[in-house]
């Protein structure tokens, strides 16, 4: 009795209730099972053959109602594939079942692989019983692989089916697993040139739409399907220690471990940036640590070599301020002497001795002078008298009455002549005096309005007041707080000394010294001077 009648006679009474548009027929099974029964069962329904190796379709059976997608096997591009990821490989198990079809393959795989005897040792498993399988596949020799082909029914007669049996050999096999269907890929196996499911379903379904489009199926023909592009799985390279250098051309890897640059690029590059960026800041500070000391290097040279100038500078000014003052007792002295010579002549003892009076008179003026100097350089206590501060402004506008005569100026005077005297260096007094309004002449040079005011009064506070008010260029605000510091000059050939000992004088005689500049322009130099009577109280 043949034992596949009684499915035939439920499929027949199936199809008498429900007749099908198309039947998809997939595996060689199925095909095998179909044809035998087609006419039996479906004889003019259109049927698509699919996922069957083109080896195994039966075409001579096949009708105008038949389309096929078939596969096309290529066993020696397996083999190939095997000694190009592993190439120290010496021996290749092959793991095929003992069913009729199993044995069919076994007899093209053979004859495919003959070439390779020469350089390999094939080992063939269809003989064995599952468990004989897995005993010898857990002890290969080194450089060995396994082919895992099919398993349907070993040699003992039990059936395996799916992916069971390929599970349990992964679990004790000592070498790597290779096969040609990528159904099992993503678990046991190491890789290569397999079928795709997907583009063999993509083939099928674009075949299945042409026939429900009204395209006969026998019209229909399709290449057979080759191997994919290879793919390989990162874990099992890593196991067997299988570089991708070896790796065929076009090959994928699947499942690969991200690598720390992979998974945490962002934030390297982020600590790459700030590590640059910290030497970055590290080499500028270190640049500029050097530029400032090269800077106060420079500037200590710098400053010396000023003050070696200015003190030169400052010695040239002393020694012309000198001569400048020792020069009229000279002079005077010079002139009597002459006289006197005149008068020797003449014989008038009486003019004689007035002339050798005056010379005596401005020898004595000299040394003052000479003496004063010193005394206030060389911080000496200095002889104060009473001195009148109306009296002292007037003998300097003496001595100053051609410049302003030449610069045509304009002298306002306001002196309170009920000011108390006050107790100083007269030459030293005479010095502020003189110095002050000779640059009030100065600064008046170069505008229109030459206005110099001169005013004396007493304060509120019981001390002798001192304006000297010009219309000149006057004082930037910026300049005022600098004024009186040593070496800080507003003229172009300025020393910056003349008001610097003013008020090294009037802090002297327990004053004070300041300047304001004018709405209008100019400036206002002003100084106080305490009073005898001031003194007297405080004492």
């Known amino acids: ?210 026939i429900l489009g009204g395209e006969k199926a026998g019209d229909i023909k399709t290449a057979a399907i080759p191997y994919a592009a290879p793919i390989f799985d990162w874990r099992e390279m890593k196991r067997w220690g299988i570089s991708e250098k070896n790796l065929p051309p076009g090959s994928k890897v699947l499942f690969r471990n991200p690598t720390a640059w992979e998974q945490y690029r962002a934030y390297i590059l982020a600590a790459i940036a700030a590590i640059l960026i910290q030497a970055a800041l590290i080499f500028w500070l270190l640049y500029e640590h050097w530029r400032r000391q090269r800077a106060e290097i420079l500037a200590r040279n710098t400053m010396s070599e000023l003050t070696h100038v200015n003190r030169m500078a400052t010695a040239g000014q002393l020694s012309a301020s000198i001569a400048h003052e020792v020069r009229q007792p000279l002079a005077s002295m010079l002139a009597n002497a002459q006289a006197a010579l005149r008068w020797l002549e003449r014989v008038n003892l009486q003019e004689v001795r007035e002339s050798l009076n005056g010379i005596v008179s401005e020898g004595f003026r000299a040394s003052d002078i000479i003496t004063n100097l010193r005394a206030m350089f060389k911080h000496d206590v200095q002889e104060k008298t009473l001195v009148d501060i109306n009296k002292l402004v007037l003998s300097v506008l003496a001595l100053v009455r051609i410049d302003l005569q030449k610069h045509e100026i304009e002298l306002q005077t306001k002196l309170d002549d009920q000011i108390p005297l006050v107790l100083g260096n007269q030459v030293q007094l005479q010095q502020v005096i003189l110095n002050l309004i000779m640059n009030a002449i100065e600064s008046m040079s170069s505008v229109q309005a030459h206005v110099l005011r001169i005013k004396t009064e007493l304060s509120q506070s019981n001390t002798v007041h001192v304006s000297i008010e010009d219309t000149g260029t006057g004082i930037k605000s910026s300049d005022v707080a600098l004024l009186f510091k040593p070496m800080f000059t507003t003229k172009e050939r300025g020393m910056g000394m003349g008001l610097s000992i003013c008020q090294s004088i009037i802090e002297s005689h327990d004053g004070r010294i300041w300047v304001s500049p004018r709405a209008n322009g100019g400036s206002i130099f002003q100084f106080e001077l305490p009073t005898v009577a001031s003194k007297d109280q405080a004492a």
Not at 61 to 69: H, K, Q
Not at 115 to 134: G, T
Not at 138 to 157: C, E, Q, R, T, Y
């Open 1 to 210: 009795m043949n034992p596949e009648a009684p499915f035939v006679e439920y499929l027949r009474a199936l199809f008498a209730k429900r007749p099908l548009d198309l039947i998809v027929s997939i595996g060689a099974p199925a095909a095998s099972f179909v044809q035998r029964h087609r006419q039996q069962l479906f004889a003019t329904t259109p049927m698509v053959f699919t996922a069957v190796e083109q080896r195994r379709i039966q075409r001579s059976s096949l009708t105008e109602n038949d389309a096929v997608v078939a596969t096309a096997h290529n066993f020696p591009a397996l083999i190939e594939n095997i000694l190009h990821v592993l190439p120290d490989t010496k021996t290749v198990a092959w793991v095929l079942g003992a069913s009729p079809g199993e044995k069919l393959w076994l007899e093209d795989v053979r004859k495919e692989l003959a070439p390779y005897a020469d350089r390999l040792s094939f080992i063939w498993y269809n003989d064995r019983s599952f468990a004989d399988i897995l005993k010898h596949a857990a002890a290969l020799p080194p450089h060995s692989a396994i082919f895992w082909h099919l398993m349907n029914v070993d040699a003992a007669g039990v059936v395996h089916e799916g992916d069971t049996g390929l599970a349990r050999l992964y679990a004790v096999a000592n070498a790597p697993i290779f096969t040609f269907d990528d159904s099992f890929f993503g678990r046991e196996l190491v890789g290569g040139p397999m079928h795709s499911v997907l583009s063999s379903c993509q083939r099928t379904a674009a075949v299945v739409v042409r």
